[in-house]
């Protein structure tokens, strides 16, 4: 079975989305609803929790990062661990605190400790 390459989110009363995960770099809550940031531009998402959208995007390369961010670990470009892990995405943003999932960001990495 090929692996999925998309999800579809509610952007508006009567609207749906289609958005390739390698047009994703991050998507951060913001309280009913959250940001899907892209390329180009950012779209507001609603219709569901964050909780069940992480859910939806098991076993991609959308990972959760902290409570309210998922990054796309494909367009992470740099890892900073220590005291106050963070990651920087390809549009130089530095997104940060890393508290879940930074063994599967290592690993990603390729960082063995």
């Known amino acids: 079975m090929e692996k999925r390459k998309f999800i579809t989110l509610k952007t508006g009363r009567n609207t ?3 958005f390739d995960f390698d047009d994703i770099l991050v998507i951060k809550a913001d309280g009913a609803y959250f940001d899907v940031f892209c390329r180009k531009e950012k779209f507001t998402v609603s219709g569901k929790t964050f909780e ?4 939806e995007l098991k076993d991609t390369e959308l990972v959760r990062i902290n409570r309210s961010c ?3 670990s494909q367009k992470c470009i ?3 661990d220590g005291t106050c892990p ?3 995405l390809i549009n130089k ?3 940060k605190p890393i508290t879940m999932n930074l063994l599967k960001l ?3 990495f390729n960082i063995k400790d």
């Open 16 to 18: 749906f989305r289609k």
């Open 86 to 88: 963070a990651l920087k």
């Open 106 to 108: 290592k690993e990603l």
């Open 78 to 80: 740099e890892l900073k």
């Open 93 to 95: 943003e530095i997104i």
């Open 52 to 55: 069940k959208l992480e859910e």
């Open 70 to 72: 998922i990054v796309n």
